[in-house]
């Protein structure tokens, strides 16, 4: 049930994206300004995810720390 619930929301989150993609478009000058600020976070989520991906100490902390 909780993996059909994420999966949803990610369908919702893509569609709602791809909408805003398409206005910042179609606003030609000035929605470009927002088109770049929507590449830039994805990208300091992408290092995010990478940075948490790698780090040693974080998939330590994960395994070993009682909750």
Known sequence: MEKIGYIL?????????????????????????GLIGIVGVGFLFAKVLKDRLSSKEDAHYTKNVDK
């Open 9 to 33: 929301l990610a369908i919702v989150a893509v569609c709602w994206l791809a909408a805003m993609l398409v206005g910042m478009i179609a606003a030609f000058p000035y929605g470009i300004i």
